[in-house]
């Protein structure tokens, strides 16, 4: 009984709630018009030397197919504002054929990012969207959302939405970032700016029925807090729309790969040179100003790396990728060429240290008569011993892949930093720690008697698992797993890869605040453990797998 009372009495707290909403957004439109023109007519055009001067100062372009029409009439004073009539003096908007899909998209199950240069026209887009959004709730008393990464670019796309929609359709609160439109639906605005994990996502506490995402690249961190948001919407989903500008960022690329496997989510690109609103000169002026890799990126909205990019043949499209299926698995066979142990059956690489160590385990596949390379995991910690690490990579060896359950199986072989002398190389306690735990690692590099300290060059190191990512012909053998979404087992190792770069000099691996910036050491680990195999003295040796594989 008591539970039944409960229920009742939140259902009526609902309902109160609700007419509450309703009658308060009733009472902030009562002072505007009974009847307000709330259409549009939007124009696809496209670029013409001879054709029309439809926007004053633009390009002459030329209509593509009928206008097309949107809106009405709407009675604002109705207990329900609905539309009344056919639009007397409309809005009237132009867009390109690459603008027209992505203002039309609609559908409440599903997002869509479009990925554009610099003048493409994506913030129009998104404000002639949100505008259809809000006649597919008209007279709901329905919010929407406006998200932007600062409030210097939300007051942009605030302005662009000022510039379209006529100033008789909606009223504005500065303090809120609340657009009020004529027939109550309300169009939240908000930074999604956040100083610290303890202030909180700035999207907290809403309920939107449709979203507008700008410079997507940028929000991140409140991209899921965003999408929780959208619990209001038609058909058990909100209409979502994203815009973002080509960066060069792991995250950002994560996100992108996760939407576009989603099987929810579309993404397209627009190139700002395409725009037919904008003259030729404009982009021959940016031309000068930028660099190439700039142009392309900002302008052509092209995925393209940093110049300084230290692992410049890592290429996340190609060389983070599942295993297939007709790859024949051979790393017993690698390795015991190079230790003279058949039971070595995993490879792993260990770059030691007690402010951070890093370890990546990896498996040998015969591909058409080759051995291509696949980083099957990783491991990061910081401020743990040797032999706390230690102990963590036998536990993932055992757990995951099967190995050094007993001494008398398959066991994993490991490679290391080559010791030394100096502080920053291990000595052989690191490898007598190792041993005590139950692992075998040894030097990556060591004298060819196999006693003393070994050397690897930096560059060398590097230069070798660059190649081995894309080599001179175009051929990869290096790749990292990922599932069948794309997530890549190894994400610190693919953010390392993707954001390491060269010093103003041109040298590798300086960070100066090592432990706090520098990603060096699952690279390294990476390099350690193939060196031994993929080095250019190894060439005999990899004649020799060569033929035990045929």
């Keep these: 009984m008591i539970a039944w009372l409960v229920a009742i009495a939140m259902l009526t707290s609902n309902s109160w709630q609700a007419r509450n909403v309703a009658r308060d957004l009733q009472e902030e439109i009562q002072s505007a018009e009974r009847f307000v023109d709330f259409g549009a007519v939007l124009t696809v055009v496209r670029r013409n030397p001879l054709g029309q001067e439809l926007l004053p100062g633009k390009p002459r372009v030329s209509p593509v197919g009928s206008p097309l029409k949107f809106g009405g009439i709407i009675d604002t004073k109705a207990e ?27 559908r409440a199950t599903a997002g ?165 609103f904008v003259h030729a000169d404009h982009w021959d002026a940016m031309k000068q100003m930028m660099t190439e890799l700039e142009y392309r990126r900002l302008v052509l909205a092209e995925d393209l790396p940093s110049e300084s990019r230290l692992y410049s043949a890592f290429d996340r499209k190609e060389n983070v990728r599942p295993i297939p299926a007709t790859a024949k698995k051979i790393t017993s066979l690698v390795l015991s060429k190079k230790s003279g142990n058949i ?38 910690t910081q401020h743990a011993t040797t032999e706390e690490h230690a102990v963590q990579t036998l536990g993932i060896l055992q757990k995951r892949f099967g190995v050094n359950v007993r001494p008398d199986t398959q066991i994993a072989h490991g490679r290391s930093m080559p010791q030394g002398q100096s502080e920053d190389k291990p000595d052989q306690d690191l490898y007598r720690i190792y041993k005590r735990v139950g692992l075998d690692v040894r030097p990556a590099q060591y004298r060819v008697n196999g006693t003393g300290t070994g050397i690897i060059k930096k560059e060398n190191r590097i230069g070798m698992i660059n190649t081995l990512f894309c080599n001179a012909a175009g051929v990869r053998r290096l790749f990292i797993e990922c599932d069948d979404r794309g997530v890549a087992v190894a994400p610190l190792l693919v953010s390392a890869l993707e954001t390491m770069e060269r010093d103003e000099l041109g040298r590798a691996e300086r960070d100066e605040k090592k432990v706090e910036y520098d990603k060096s050491d699952l690279p390294a680990s990476l390099g350690y453990a193939l060196w031994p195999f993929e080095k250019e003295a190894a060439l005999a040796l990899r004649a020799e797998i060569r033929k035990g594989i045929s």
């Design 80 to 106: 329900t504002p609905r539309r009344v009539g056919s639009s007397k003096n409309p809005a009237r908007w132009f867009c390109s054929e690459q603008q027209l899909p992505i203002i039309l998209h609609g």
């Design 112 to 276: 869509h990012v479009v990925e554009g240069g610099m003048g493409a026209g994506k913030t129009t887009c998104g404000v002639i969207w949100t505008y259809l959004r809000v006649l597919e709730h008209l007279g709901q008393f329905r919010e929407g959302g406006i998200t932007a990464p600062t409030n210097d670019r939300l007051d942009i796309v605030l302005k662009e939405l000022f510039g379209v929609f006529p100033s008789h359709w909606f009223t504005y609160q500065s303090s809120k970032h609340l657009v009020t439109m004529a027939d109550g639906t309300r169009i939240r605005g908000v930074s999604t700016y956040q100083q610290s994990e303890m202030q909180g996502s700035r999207v907290q506490g809403y309920n939107w029925s449709f979203l507008f995402a700008d410079e997507l690249q940028d929000q991140i961190r409140a991209f899921n807090d965003a999408m929780a948001r959208l619990r209001s919407g038609r058909e058990g989903g909100a209409p979502r729309l994203g815009t973002a500008t080509a960066k060069d960022d792991p995250a950002y690329r994560d996100l992108k790969d996760k939407l576009a496997k989603s099987g929810i989510w579309s993404i397209s690109r627009m190139v700002g040179t395409d725009s037919p």
């Design 343 to 380: 039971q070595h059956a995993m490879l792993f690489g260990n770059d030691p240290g007690t402010a951070k160590a890093a370890t990546v385990f990896l498996d040998a596949y015969d591909v058409r008569g080759e051995v291509w390379w696949w980083v099957r995991g990783e491991l990061f």
